[in-house]
């Protein structure tokens, strides 16, 4: 069973927008929103797959 996110999805949404609007690395903008890179890398998939599959 999958712990609970930490991040309401507001936040999750906010910080992939600012990633894709950003000129920063996500590296830098994770850093920022105190959020590991990899993680904002995950939702920035999670989100382009939640984009192709709502077409």
Do not use: H, W
Request: net charge negative.
């Amino acid at each position: 069973m999958a712990l609970p996110s930490k991040y309401t999805p507001e936040f999750r949404e906010e910080a992939v927008q600012i990633a894709l609007r950003s000129s920063k690395t996500v590296t830098e903008v994770g850093r920022e929103l105190g959020i590991n890179p990899e993680t904002l890398r995950g939702l920035g998939e999670e989100a382009r797959e939640a984009e192709r599959t709502s077409r």
